[in-house]
């Protein structure tokens, strides 16, 4: 099983330009979830997915748009890139909403220019 | 809302020596309480978890307690390892979502 898996692993954006980062789990997993990480911040929520068919916004989603697109696939895109955004963003996935334990991805490492 | 406050700075120490990260938490409730770990390059791993009061969560020799009545879950561990050189987030997870706290960078030199 590869687990999460996170693409791409580093990019570089422009201001104003748009991307989507990509994520799969392969673990049968219900819930999925977008976190950024920046220096000093810890790891904050981005959006999440707690079943196939649902999104939510967490603590910090202005900016981003996400999609789960079956069961396996939880995307995330940023319409119109901004300095601000620059971060690693981590994906993960969890059996169930009550879950206790998080599976993340390796990241992907954003710099907006 | 729920919160987790970890200490400031990073931590530097010598192999061998005794390692402990503090955290507190403010929480509604009755939370459960947990630490990841994250190796350089990769994403988070859960390291232990305790999910009552008493509770003590131990993995890889690291272990912590949760403690009620001083809203605590101090990392521990006796010996560490140069492969022990990692970020360690304490994270409970209350009526709502996984909270973080802003982790510490743990080195330690041979």
């Known amino acids: 099983n590869a687990g999460v898996t996170q693409t791409p692993k580093f990019q570089v954006l422009k201001t104003g330009q748009s991307m989507t980062l990509q994520c799969a789990q392969d673990?049968?997993?219900?819930?999925m979830y977008w976190y950024r990480q920046d220096p000093g911040m810890g790891l904050r929520l981005i959006y999440y997915?707690?079943?196939?068919?649902?999104?939510d916004k967490g603590e910090v989603p202005n900016g981003y748009n996400v999609s789960r697109l079956n069961k396996r696939e939880f995307s995330l895109r940023l319409e119109s890139a901004a300095p601000s955004q620059t971060s690693v963003y981590f994906c993960?996935?969890?059996?169930?909403?009550?879950?206790?334990?998080?599976?993340f991805g390796p990241g992907t490492r954003l710099t907006v220019t | 809302g729920d919160s987790v406050t970890q200490m400031e700075g990073p931590v530097t120490l010598s192999e061998e020596a005794f390692l402990t990260i503090n955290c507190t938490y403010t929480?509604?409730?009755?939370?459960?309480l947990f630490w990841y770990v994250q190796y350089p390059g990769e994403g988070l791993q859960l390291l232990l978890k305790a999910t009552k009061a008493d509770d003590k969560g131990s993995n890889k020799g690291f272990e912590a307690t949760y403690r009620k009545e001083t809203t605590s879950f101090h990392l521990e561990k006796g010996s560490v390892q140069v492969s022990d050189s990692a970020v360690y987030f304490c994270a409970l997870r209350g009526n709502n979502r996984l909270a973080f706290g802003k982790g510490n960078q743990v080195v330690v030199i041979p």
């Open positions: 997915s707690a079943s196939e068919g649902t999104t």
């Open positions: 673990m049968n997993h219900n819930s």
């Open positions: 929480a509604t409730g009755y939370p459960s």
């Open positions: 993960a996935s969890s059996e169930g909403w009550a879950s206790y334990e998080q599976y």
